[in-house]
């Protein structure tokens, strides 16, 4: 490993739990909100399952051109799908630390299922963030064979974590307060 290698991957590791740890203290409410909610804040979750369903359809995309040998537009879709996912993470984050938490009906027939989705989908959303941070680090620098052994686990893994977004978004929205 070269000497910017670890760098850059100490730096995929250190952002990817400062991510983490945000996701974990804002969703405890450890930080105080804010008194005064704006009401666009409760648009946020609509926004996430949108911005999920296009990162899946682009995540599709860009394998049918990297499979075509496209690699200049496999690029860009992946650019655009790491920008849409960084939008996300942040309105993520904004949602959880200002609004209310909701939960589940506990008397709803789904309610097993809804939580191993959701379950599954906080476990291998953390987990792919420094695959994704690292493939899309070797994409760039085309290092295309180290690239490729990332991707082989972190794409099936994202697409998975872009849809059960959208389902989990689907299954908890009729619930909302607001």
């Not at 399952?49 to 690029?75: D, G």
Request: net charge positive; hydrophobic share 50%.
């Amino acid at each position: 490993m070269l000497k910017n290698d670890k760098f850059v991957f100490r730096l995929v590791m250190g952002l990817s739990i400062f991510v983490f740890v945000a996701v974990v203290v804002l969703n405890r409410k450890i930080i105080p909100r804010p008194d005064n909610v704006p009401e666009w804040i409760y648009k946020l979750p609509t926004l996430n399952a949108c911005i999920n369903a296009i990162c899946a359809l682009l995540l599709l995309v860009s394998f049918y051109y990297i499979r075509r040998k496209r690699i200049e537009t496999h690029k860009r879709i992946n650019i655009l799908t790491f920008f849409l996912s960084c939008v996300f993470l942040v309105s993520y984050i904004t949602y959880h630390w200002l609004a209310e938490e909701t939960s589940y009906p506990a008397d709803s027939p789904l309610r097993y299922l809804y939580y191993c989705i959701l379950i599954s989908h906080i476990l291998l959303s953390a987990a792919v963030l420094p695959m994704v941070l690292m493939s899309f680090h070797r994409g760039l620098q085309m290092q295309v064979a180290k690239h490729r052994k990332l991707v082989r686990w972190a794409f099936p893994i994202w697409l998975y974590v872009c849809i059960t977004g959208v389902v989990v978004y689907l299954m908890i929205s009729p619930f909302y307060t607001h």
